[in-house]
């Protein structure tokens, strides 16, 4: 964080106004984490009257390059004294325009809310992961059979065509033997379709 000089000024002010100001209502809902925020504009329009009111004024500066959004937001007193948020770096999930644009709203509404020392959505406690949990697809069901009791079938039946099959097969060697139970799916399917037909 970067200041100016002196900010006795500055200070007071933003004293009264957080005295003052309520917190922004959480009026919309994240779908992925089924929790509630305060938009961009309802953060926006809950706080310029009551700067301006009290000579203070947010600007927030948007910079990128092909990966990166860059926020830097600036809280200024009408006696010139400043204080300067350290760059807040946001990598969008899409690097689309609307992703772009989606990292820009995220990042200026998280960034004003820290500097003006409010809280503009619900407080998880941390507790819920960075990324929302997608359900995971069904998967279909995999005959489940006891390998290490099909393998001393096959040996006995086969002896050591099964020891070649599995280096003609690229089953990979642990402690120089081949590793059975590190069979793919697709592996055992042809391990038993070889030796089955």
């Given at each position: 964080m970067?200041?100016?000089?002196?900010i006795?000024?500055l200070?007071?002010?933003?004293?009264l106004f957080?005295g003052e100001?309520?917190?922004p209502?959480?009026?919309?809902?994240?779908p992925?984490y089924?929790?509630?925020y305060?938009p961009?504009h309802?953060?926006?329009n809950t706080?310029?009257p009551i700067?301006?009111?009290?000579g203070?004024s947010?600007?927030?500066?948007?910079?990128g390059?092909a990966?990166?959004?860059?926020?830097?937001t600036?809280?200024t007193?009408?006696?010139?004294?400043?204080?300067?948020?350290?760059?807040?770096?946001?990598?969008p999930e899409?690097?689309?325009?609307q992703g772009?644009?989606s990292?820009i709203?995220?990042?200026?509404?998280?960034a004003l809310s820290?500097v003006?020392?409010?809280?503009?959505e619900?407080?998880?406690?941390?507790?819920?992961?960075?990324k929302?949990?997608?359900p995971k697809p069904?998967q279909?069901?995999v005959?489940?059979?006891d390998?290490g009791?099909?393998?001393?079938q096959?040996?006995t039946?086969?002896?050591v065509g099964?020891?070649e099959w599995?280096i003609s097969?690229?089953i990979?060697m642990?402690?120089?033997?081949r590793n059975?139970?590190?069979?793919?799916?697709?592996q055992?399917?042809?391990l038993?379709?070889?030796?089955?037909?």
């Amino acid at each position: 964080m970067n200041k100016s000089e002196s900010i006795v000024n500055l200070s007071a002010s933003l004293s009264l106004f957080q005295g003052e100001v309520a917190n922004p209502k959480n009026t919309a809902i994240n779908p992925f984490y089924k929790s509630k925020y305060s938009p961009l504009h309802e953060v926006l329009n809950t706080v310029k009257p009551i700067l301006s009111k009290h000579g203070l004024s947010v600007i927030q500066d948007v910079s990128g390059d092909a990966k990166n959004v860059n926020i830097v937001t600036l809280l200024t007193h009408a006696s010139g004294e400043w204080i300067e948020s350290s760059q807040l770096v946001l990598t969008p999930e899409k690097n689309t325009p609307q992703g772009i644009g989606s990292a820009i709203t995220y990042g200026r509404r998280y960034a004003l809310s820290a500097v003006l020392g409010l809280a503009s959505e619900e407080d998880t406690d941390a507790n819920e992961d960075e990324k929302p949990q997608s359900p995971k697809p069904k998967q279909a069901k995999v005959e489940e059979f006891d390998l290490g009791l099909y393998l001393k079938q096959l040996h006995t039946k086969y002896g050591v065509g099964l020891q070649e099959w599995a280096i003609s097969n690229d089953i990979k060697m642990v402690d120089g033997k081949r590793n059975w139970s590190g069979m793919t799916q697709e592996q055992i399917k042809k391990l038993r379709s070889d030796f089955e037909s």
